[in-house]
């Protein structure tokens, strides 16, 4: 089995600042591509950031230059560095990776989703 869990969510001001961390854990071989996504209710699920194992990195327009999204793959886990934050940054952010699991496989798996909330 393989796991992702997020840490970081929270309360912030406006032009604050949070940094969400998602670990993952279990029978993993490797893992390619990591990423964030968020979700509002009535909305689809958005791409955030994505990162490679290689460190190439991708952001949607709206958080460039705002957001940095890195990982540290010796423990398998991937950071969303979040500043000057936005009410519009209001959203369920979820954590998104494709894992080679050990002995099974390329799998694509998701985290439970950490509430971020930004006050105007």
């Known amino acids: 089995q393989v796991q992702l869990v997020e840490s970081g969510g929270g309360l912030v001001q406006a032009g604050g600042s949070l940094r969400l961390s998602c670990a993952a854990s279990?029978?993993?071989?490797?893992?390619?591509?990591m990423g964030w996504y968020r979700q509002v209710p009535g909305k689809q699920r958005e791409l955030v950031a994505t990162?490679?194992?290689?460190?190439?990195?991708n952001y949607t327009d709206s958080v460039k230059g705002r957001f940095a999204i890195s990982r540290d793959n010796a423990k398998n886990t991937v950071y969303l560095q979040m500043n000057s934050l936005k009410p519009e940054d209001t959203a369920v952010y979820y954590c998104n990776a494709d894992i080679w699991r050990t002995g099974w496989g390329l799998y694509n798996y998701w985290g439970q989703g950490t509430q971020v909330t930004v006050s105007s």
């Open positions: 990162i490679t194992s290689g460190g190439s990195t």
């Open positions: 279990g029978t993993i071989f490797s893992i390619n591509a």
